[in-house]
């Protein structure tokens, strides 16, 4: 069998769990398996670094960002590679460039085109277990790419795919995929199972266990995925195509922090004013999520929407260099401390009524929507950042505890 096994930064945050991690991928190696492992970062390095770059230049380009943020990486894979040689397996670490990893050009939230298998075949036949970076990629400039947060989740899904693994895990500090962040809502339960689509909703929607681009890619290529956790033998979390049990309702809670709300104000009531709006947004790459417009008044109207937090300063900085030409708008006002909170099912589908039981559920404990936004099989609502655990904890217990 050839065996895909990610380890995210807590499962190598220091020496005894880099050995802890070694032992499983020897054991694995025993058993005549080939294995393949991807490794994130050690612990918060990655926070680090970026602490790092700010402090020598808040402006710093994202092509030496990127440069950065690839050496956390390739320390993992090295004292990996190392504690193997230690415990007696034969091992080698490889990075983006050593395998080829081939991204799109931007960086920072860049795309796997293409990953050249030879390199680590020839590996796997030489008896070596290969461990590779996660996160990171390499541009037609041959450059080094970074795949966004999160991303070597998506490393580790696109080696499966392109490697034909016959399984693909995915190992970290909880013991699976849970209904909410164990850490917000104590009373969330694991699930066995839960299919590609409800999951790509979830980890969309803050649910940060998986990078969504990992379950994008393991829907698309059919890659079972299974999230357990390093630290103890139980059994995890399958991600796949179809789940054998009765569909649940709602089968998890979502909350993303890292939003922001924008309201343009005064905006012309007349065709075009969204599209100009939207377009300078898109054209610098700047994601758009929950939309809100009012009713026309007086000839003018206000549109709100949500970016990432992290993008707020420069969609602004767009929103204005454009204000005083193609765009006119009165005002615009920004808000930092919001939070989207969703329920994600694909039960939902065919039960009215979801979306009222959730904002009755916030309604008891006194929390105010701000925005709503729904589709199929989910509902999100946007509320003060403050409230966000509160509400978590309020909506889990009228869907899922019941
Ligand atoms: P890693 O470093 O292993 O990639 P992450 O921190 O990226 O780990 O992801 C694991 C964390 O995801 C957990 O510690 C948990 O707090 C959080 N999380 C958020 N939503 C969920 C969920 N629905 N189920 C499990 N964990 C979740
Ligand atoms: N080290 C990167 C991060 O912290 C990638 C990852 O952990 O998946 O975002
Ligand atoms: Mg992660």
Redesign the pocket.
């Known amino acids: 069998m050839l065996i895909v096994k990610?380890?995210?930064?807590?499962?190598v945050a220091d020496k005894e769990k880099i050995f802890n991690v070694a032992h499983r991928i020897a054991d694995e190696y025993k058993k005549g398996n080939e294995v393949v492992v991807v490794l994130?970062a050690m612990g918060k390095q990655t926070d680090l670094l970026l602490a790092q770059a700010k402090e020598i230049n808040p402006n710093a380009s994202k092509r030496e960002i990127d440069m950065l943020l690839t050496t956390g990486e390739q320390v993992s894979v090295s004292l990996m590679a190392m504690a193997l040689d230690y415990l007696g397996v034969p091992a080698v670490s490889l990075n983006a460039f050593q395998v080829a990893m081939h991204t799109t050009r931007v960086y920072g939230n860049s795309r796997l085109k293409r990953i050249d298998t030879e390199r680590i075949h020839n590996e796997l036949q030489n008896k070596r277990v290969v461990i590779v970076t996660g996160f990171q990629g390499v541009n037609k400039y041959d450059d080094y790419t970074t795949l966004g947060r999160?991303g070597?989740?998506t490393t580790a899904v696109a080696l499966a795919a392109a490697l034909h693994a016959d399984a693909c895990e995915?190992?970290?500090?909880?013991e699976?995929?849970?209904?909410?962040?164990?850490?917000?809502v104590p009373t969330?339960r694991?699930?066995n199972e839960i299919t590609y689509d409800e999951m790509l909703e979830?980890a969309s929607l803050?649910?940060?266990?998986?990078?969504n681009r990992s379950v994008e890619m393991a829907k698309k290529y059919g890659v079972q995925l299974v999230?357990r956790s390093?630290l103890n033998l139980s059994e995890g979390?399958v991600v796949k195509e179809e789940v054998k049990m009765e569909k649940m309702l709602v089968s998890?809670?979502?909350?993303d922090k890292n939003t922001a709300r924008i309201a343009v104000i005064g905006l012309e009531d007349q065709p075009g004013v969204a599209f100009k709006l939207f377009h300078h947004l898109a054209r610098h790459n700047v994601n758009v999520d929950i939309i809100l417009q009012s009713v026309g008044r007086d000839g003018t109207k206000d549109i709100s929407f949500t970016v990432k937090e992290d993008d707020l300063d420069e969609a602004v900085a767009i929103l204005e260099r454009h204000g005083s030409s193609s765009l006119k708008c009165q005002k615009i006002d920004t808000e930092r401390n919001v939070a989207k909170v969703s329920i994600v099912g694909a039960g939902m589908m065919s039960n009215a009524g979801v979306a009222a039981k959730m904002f009755e559920a916030l309604y008891d404990v006194g929390v105010n929507i701000k925005m709503i936004s729904t589709s199929e099989i989910r509902v999100t609502v946007l509320i003060d950042e403050q409230h966000a655990d509160k509400a978590m904890n309020a909506v889990h217990e009228k869907f899922l505890l019941s």
């Open positions: 990610k380890f995210g930064g807590s499962s994130s999160g070597s989740d995915i190992y970290t500090d909880v699976g995929i849970y209904t909410a962040d164990p850490r917000i969330a694991k699930l979830l803050g649910a940060g266990v998986l990078h999230v390093s979390t998890g809670v979502a909350c």
